[in-house]
C-alpha cells in the first residue's frame, strides 16, 4: 500500500507545493511537506522517511545539500530521492546521481509520470525491505547456529565444494587446528600445510563430496595429531550439502574423539599380529620349490588378500617326508568375518596339521572325518559356525594325487589349454562342509599329475567379486573359461603369472581392487569377502643353460659379466621379470666377483661354472672351485665402520636384491632366487619373522 510509504516533500513554491501533494494524496501517500532543505532535514531526522521529493534550488540549504546530508546519515532503512528541477541539463543530472539521488523529473512534469516514477522506487524499497528482513532472519539463523556448535563438544567444521573453509566451532579451531576461526574462514587446507592435519585435508576436496552426494552421510575413522600435540582417534561423519543451484555447496563433518574407548578395546581385543604368528607357527611358511624324483619340482604361490585385518580364509602347504614323501596342501574359509574367525581357524589347522602328522599312514579322507568329529565334539564352535575346505596330497614318488572338497568350490586342473575342475559336483571327492554335523564319513578322489600341470585352488571370495556390480557370481563355467583365455596365446605360462591375471581380470568384472602383496601398491582388497588363490605348478628342474669360465683377471671377469647379462638379460626381459639392472647385473657382478676373489682366489685355472632356468621363479647358481667361505658371518656394509673394509658388500647385494638366497658345499656354490616382481621390503620382513618360528611338526615324536 502507498500509505506505507510516507513521502516528504521538499518545495519552497506554495504553488507547486499544493499541486504536488494533492497529486500524492490522490494516489494514497502520505505526505509531509517543507519550504527548504534545513527545515526538512530536522524532520527527517526525528520521522525516517523512505521516500524524499526535493525541489533543486531553495534557500538556506538546497536540495544537492539536502541528498548528501540524508546520505551521510546512518539510516537502517534505504531512502529513495527524486530530485524535482527546471534544469535538465547532462551536467545537473550527473551532479544530482553523484549527490545520491536515485531518479528526477524535468519541472513542469506529468503527474501520471510522477506517480509511475514513484511506484518504481516503491518496488526498489519493497525489495529492499524484504531482502533486509531475509537477512535479519538468516542473521539470526546463522547466531544460532554459531551458538549451537560453540555449545557442542565435538569439532565441527563446513567447507565450500573446493575447499575453503566456511565456518567451524571452537572445539575444532581451538583444540585441533590450534588458531583463531577469523585466520581459518576462507582458507583452504593448501594454505595452512603445517596446521591442518593431512588426512582432514583430503576431506575438504570436492571428490569427496561425491559419496556423500550418493549416500548421504560417509563415516571414516582418523587419527589426527592435535593443537596439543597429542594423536587422538575420531570417527568423522561426513555430509555434502547443496547450493542453491541444486549442486554440492559443499561438505560439513563432524568429529567425535573415540581414543578412550579405542584404548579399552585394545586392552580387550585379540592381537592380531601375534594371532598371524601362531598360524605361522602351526603352518609355517610354504617352500616355494620342493624337489621331485626325475628332474622335477613342484612350485607354489600363494596370494592370500582378507577384507579385514584378518580374515576367515586360511591354508597350509606341507611337506611329508615320513608320509611316502608328499605335500598336502588345505584351503579352509571359515563363516563369518568377526575377530573369531583367526581364532577357529587356528584351532582347525591345530587339529588338522596334528591329524596328519601323528600317523604315516593317515589318508586325506580319514582325516578330514576325524577332523570333522573333533570339531563337531568341541563347545568351541558355535551352530552357526561352519567352514568349507579343499585339501590335495601329492604323492612325490608317482605324482598320485588324491584331492576332497568339503562344501568348498573345486580346484581346478591346468593341462596345456585344457581346464578341468576337480572335484566334480556330486562326484567322488565331493563332500558336506565341516563342523555341521559329526559321524560322516568323508570321500577324496585321485589323479595323476604329470609335468607341465598347473592347479588352481581358491576360495569363493573370488567368484563372488562380481556380485555387487551385475548381482550374481562367477559360476564355475565361467571361471574356466577365464582360464582358459588366460592359457589359450601361452599353453606353457607359468601358475604365478595365471593367478596374478586371474586376479586382475576379476577386479575388471567386479569393479572392485585387488592387488596381491608383491605389487606396488598391494596388498589391497576392496571386495566384501576374503581372497585367496593358491597356484602349484610341477616344474622342470633339470633343464639349465650354464656357462663355464676361467678369468685369469679381474678384466676377464668384468667382460664375462658383460657377455652373460647380454645373454640372461634377454631371457628375463622376455619372460616378463622386473627391474633387471637393479636386479640381475648388481647380482651377477656381485655373485661372479665373490667366486673368482673370493672362492678361486684369483686363480686363473680354476672354473667358474654359471647356469640359470626360467620357470615361474629365475634361479641363478654360480659355482667355483675354491674351498669355500664362511658367508654366514660377513661384516655388516651398512655400518659406519665396516665401510672401509674390502668384505660384506657384495653379500650384502646379494641378499638385498635377490628373494631368496641358498650357499652349498661350504659356501663354493651360490644359488640365487628371482621373483618376477620383487618382494616388498615389508614382506621380506614378515616372512623372516614366520621363517624364525619353530616348526613344531617337524619335532621328533617320541612315539
Partial sequence: ????????????????????????????????????????????????????LTDWLMPEMDGLELCRAIRALSSPDYVFIVFLTTNDSRENIIRGLEAGADDYLTKPFDPVELIARLASGRRILELERAMRQANEKL???????????????????????????????????????????????????????????????????????????????????????????VWR??????????????????????????????????????????????????????????????????????????????????????????????????????????????????ITDLLHNALLSCCDTVHAETAMSRLNDEICQTALFSGRDFFTAIHAEIRHSDLEMRFLSAGHPPLLLIRGTEVTEMPRPGGAGSNPPLAVAG????????????????????????????????????????????????????????????????????????????????????????????VTVIGMEIERRDRHTGRVFRPESLKSVSRGIIELYREIGEIWRRNGFAEPERRLRVILEEALLNAWKHGNREQGHRAITVRWHCGNDFVLEVTDEGDGFDHTRPYDPTCAENVPRPCGRGLFFIRELSDCVAWEKGGSHLRITFRRYPMTKEKKRRMKEVGKLMDIWRCERTS
Fill in 139 to 229: 542473521r539470526a539463523s546463522l547466531n544460532f547456529q554459531k551458538t549451537l556448535m560453540d555449545t557442542l563438544p565435538n569439532p565441527v567444521f563446513y567447507t565450500d565444494a573446493f575447499g575453503a573453509y566456511l565456518g567451524c566451532n571452537a572445539a575444532w579451531a581451538d583444540d585441533i587446528v590450534g588458531l583463531p576461526r577469523e585466520e581459518i574462514v576462507g582458507r583452504t587446507a593448501a594454505d595452512l600445510p603445517d596446521l591442518i592435519p593431512p588426512d582432514m585435508a583430503k576431506g575438504f576436496q570436492r571428490p569427496d563430496a561425491e559419496p556423500s552426494r550418493k549416500t548421504g552421510v560417509s563415516v571414516r575413522e582418523s587419527r589426527i595429531r592435535c593443537a596439543d600435540g
Fill in 233 to 346: 582417534d575420531f570417527i568423522r561423519n561426513q555430509a555434502a550439502f547443496k547450493n542453491p543451484g541444486g549442486g554440492i555447496g559443499g561438505i560439513i563433518s563432524v568429529m567425535m574423539d573415540i581414543t578412550e574407548k579405542n584404548r579399552l578395546l585394545r586392552t580387550q581385543e585379540i592381537n592380531i599380529d601375534l594371532a598371524k604368528n601362531i598360524m605361522g607357527l602351526i603352518n609355517a611358511v610354504p617352500e616355494r620349490h620342493t624337489p621331485l624324483p626325475g628332474g622335477l619340482s613342484l612350485f607354489t604361490e600363494t596370494v592370500s588378500l582378507p577384507c579385514n585385518a584378518e580374515g576367515g580364509d586360511h591354508f597350509f602347504v606341507r611337506n611329508y617326508p615320513d608320509r611316502e614323501g608328499g605335500t598336502a596342501v588345505s584351503l579352509k574359509d571359515q563363516s563369518g568375518h568377526e575377530v573369531g574367525c583367526i581364532l577357529r581357524s587356528i
Fill in 1 to 52: 500500500m502507498n500509505s506505507d510509504f510516507p513521502i516528504l516533500l521538499v518545495e519552497d513554491d506554495n504553488i507547486s507545493q499544493r499541486r504536488i501533494g494533492r497529486t500524492l494524496l490522490s494516489a494514497g501517500y502520505e505526505v509531509m511537506a517543507v519550504e527548504n532543505g534545513r527545515d526538512a532535514l530536522e524532520l527527517f531526522r526525528r520521522h525516517a522517511f523512505p521516500i524524499v
Fill in 439 to 530: 559321524g560322516l564319513d568323508y570321500s577324496a578322489a585321485s589323479y595323476r599329475l604329470r609335468s607341465g600341470d598347473r592347479l588352481i585352488f581358491y576360495t569363493d571370495g573370488l567368484i563372488e567379486m562380481p556380485w555387487r556390480k551385475r548381482g550374481q557370481i562367477a559360476g564355475i563355467r565361467e571361471l574356466k573359461a577365464i582360464v582358459a583365455r588366460i592359457v589359450a596365446d601361452d599353453p606353457q605360462l607359468p601358475v604365478c603369472e595365471i593367478v596374478r591375471r586371474l586376479l586382475k581380470r576379476f577386479s575388471a568384472i567386479s569393479g572392485q581392487t585387488v592387488i596381491p602383496p608383491d605389487h606396488e601398491d598391494g596388498p589391497r582388497n576392496t571386495s566384501p569377502d576374503d
